[in-house]
């Protein structure tokens, strides 16, 4: 407590010169991990809903609205950045970003919404995902097998038109 | 004149006041740490007092419960105007994880009218001297909401209306789509 | 022609109180920061703060809304009045007006101020602030008052311009009383000018509200202004008293020379207050009993003529 050692730490503090960040001019970096909002990918989103039975604190609603359209509403405000919705999605659609400067007036600014088509099967109704063009040479759509030869045609396009694809065959369409 | 002048002094000095209305304390703790010499919020003029009669603005965390709700609407009528609230970390802002739980009565709007939503949990100084800023008007904010629709249908359908007969034949129009 | 001089120079004592308090309590913030490795408030920053209290709404809330007026503009009034009766550069305005007595009545009602404003404000964190300022008043106002009858001991009179002259060094050969009575008011400067370690009761914000937690707006910026002006005075009043050399210069000379000590005490007021830490009120009552202690044994030896 004596005059010395006071100025001593006085002189100790003033070495280390002025450690404040100018943060809003420059901006600092953030870590590697950093888990900041999350930005859903729409293009990659099959429309799952793990995300939404994942979340804990129920943030992302689905609502379908027929058969082939899917609603995903990410709401944000009451979001606690834990990317276990991230984890999940099997297709990597969510990424957290490092983004992390997302104060605002008005809280709907957070909500991202997606309107997805859900690809369903015409026979079945179930879902399905979009075939590559190699799987569509084999798809078993509409079958148009010769009855009358009794051989199998394969179609790399599916057309109800006349001409017949392959020369030698007649094809009859009832 | 004076009234003006006075009323333009607002934004270079801030001075703050803490409720915590039954969080965590994690926000708490990163409200600290803006205060600390690393991130300097006192450079922008703002205080911490000890007394919501001294604030102009409250910055709220944990979300609204119902034994103290009542102290937090008392604070808030005991700030004097022109006053502004700052709802910080996502219980505040939402409810958070807890929005449903029993003791919880929602997010702090719910109790008080909120200016400024700061979330995250907890949010990083960075992000609340963000928000400060974006407040005071420093800088403009970055988030807006987000809508995809898909307007184009990937695959056909084969519609009744499309299908046109030829005598014997059956032709579909969107031929080239398959 | 000597009276138009007089007002003249009391407006402009209180002219000066007024500008220069702030700017010392923005330079008091901004060192206190930079020894904390930080980048301070700017240095106009009080002002800042001042004119925006002024333009929040006022709420009307304590016991006794009429004495809590009252105390508010009884604070600064009384500050602005020490104003005029210190000599700030050049001689007291009010030389022939007043003397040490009501000097020492003055400082004592300076700091009643504090005590009526928490007594009218009557919430229990007002009331436990007041009854530590209480306490600490009680053992600070005597070494003030003791300092001033030692100066009116050696030079035998009571007059302002007699006493505040550097009046404590006046014993012939080694000036035992006036060298203990500096040691004794440097110690227990930081406690008048209510800062760290001493600031128990009224700048206690960060701890409890302390007597000013009632007061918003207007009322506020009052008592702010007369705590920055504290400041200034108590300056003052120690270089009137330790350390008048150079007082005899011609005017600007002397009057620049005055106000470059005042900021030299605001300095070392800094230094302290931000290297060290808060007392407890029974620590810091030890402390100030010891201090009165010794100021007594000062006024013996000056009433003996060392």
Not at chain 1, 61 to 76: A, H, M, S, T, W
Not at chain 2, 123 to 141: F, M, Q, T
Not at chain 3, 179 to 194: G, P, R, T
């Amino acid at each position: 407590m004596s005059l010395g050692s006071k100025l001593d730490e006085a002189k100790l503090c003033l070495k280390a010169g002025r450690v404040t960040l100018p943060y809003p001019v420059e901006s600092p970096g953030t870590p590697e991990q950093f888990r900041g909002r999350p930005i859903f990918d729409a293009s990659k989103c099959i429309g799952c809903a793990g995300c939404a039975n994942n979340c804990p604190a129920r943030e992302i609603l689905v609502f379908d609205l027929c058969q082939e359209i899917r609603i995903l509403k990410y709401l944000g405000l009451r979001c606690t950045y834990c990317g276990r919705c991230a984890e999940v999605c099997p297709e990597k659609a969510i990424t957290m970003s490092r983004d992390f400067e997302t104060a605002t007036d008005h809280i709907g600014d957070l909500g991202q919404r997606l309107e997805l088509f859900m690809s369903t099967c015409q026979r079945c109704g179930r879902c399905f995902k979009v075939p590559t063009v190699l799987e569509e040479l084999k798809m078993k759509g509409y079958r148009f097998d010769d009855l009358r030869n009794d051989r199998w045609i394969f179609r790399s396009q599916s057309r109800l038109e006349g001409d017949p694809l392959v020369d030698d065959v007649e094809i009859d369409l009832d | 004149m004076l009234k003006n002048f006075c009323q333009k002094m607002f934004g270079r000095s801030l001075w703050v006041y803490h409720a915590n209305s039954g969080g965590c304390n994690g926000c708490d703790i990163e409200v600290l740490n803006a205060l600390t010499p690393y991130y300097d919020a006192e450079r922008f003029g703002i205080k911490l007092v000890g007394s919501p009669r001294h604030a102009d603005v409250m910055l709220c965390q944990g979300p609204a419960m119902r034994s103290t709700a009542s102290a937090l609407k008392r604070a808030y009528e005991a700030m004097p105007a022109p006053k502004l609230v700052f709802a910080i970390g996502s219980c505040a802002c939402g409810g958070g994880m807890w929005f449903d739980c029993y003791p919880v009565i929602g997010p702090v709007e719910k109790i008080i009218p909120v200016n400024y939503y700061i979330p995250g949990c907890p949010p990083r100084p960075e992000a609340i001297i963000y928000g400060v800023a974006v407040a005071l008007g420093l800088v403009d904010k970055k988030v807006a909401p987000v809508e995809f629709k898909e307007l184009e249908l990937p695959i056909p359908r084969y519609h009744p209306d499309e299908l046109r007969g030829q005598g014997e034949l059956v032709i579909y129009e969107k031929a080239e789509k398959v | 022609m000597p009276i138009m001089w007089r007002i003249a120079g009391g407006l402009a004592n209180m002219g000066m109180v007024l500008l220069v308090a702030p700017f010392a309590q923005g330079v008091l913030r901004k060192i206190t920061a930079r020894i904390q490795s930080r980048q301070g408030p700017p240095l106009l920053q009080p002002y800042f703060d001042l004119l925006k209290l002024l333009g929040k709404e006022d709420i009307e809330s304590g016991e006794c809304p009429v004495m809590q007026q009252f105390a508010a503009y009884l604070s600064l009034a009384v500050v602005l009045t020490l104003a005029c009766v210190l000599p700030m550069g050049f001689a007291s305005p009010m030389n022939n007006a007043a003397d040490v007595i009501l000097l020492i009545y003055l400082l004592t009602l300076s700091g009643i101020c504090t005590l009526l404003a928490g007594l009218a404000a009557g919430s229990t964190y007002s009331l436990l602030g007041t009854s530590r300022e209480m306490m600490a008043m009680v053992a600070l106002e005597p070494l003030f008052a003791i300092a001033l009858v030692v100066g009116a001991v050696h030079t035998n009179s009571l007059r302002l311009d007699k006493v505040l002259n550097g009046s404590v060094y006046g014993a012939v050969g080694i000036p035992w009383s006036g060298v203990i009575m500096l040691a004794a008011m440097l110690l227990s400067f930081q406690a008048f000018v209510q800062r760290v370690p001493f600031d128990i009761s009224e700048a206690e914000t960060e701890l409890m509200e302390g007597p000013l937690a009632e007061y918003s707006g207007p009322k506020l910026a009052l008592f702010k202004y007369a705590q920055m002006g504290k400041l200034i005075i108590f300056g003052a009043l120690f270089v009137a008293l330790f350390a008048p050399w150079g007082a005899g210069l011609v005017f600007p000379l002397g009057w620049l020379l005055f106000w470059v000590k005042v900021f030299a005490l605001v300095l070392l007021v800094t230094l302290v207050a931000a290297t060290h830490a808060r007392y407890r009120i029974d620590q810091a009552m030890r402390f100030f009993a010891s201090l009165v202690g010794v100021a007594f044994v000062a006024l013996i030896l000056a009433s003996y003529g060392f």
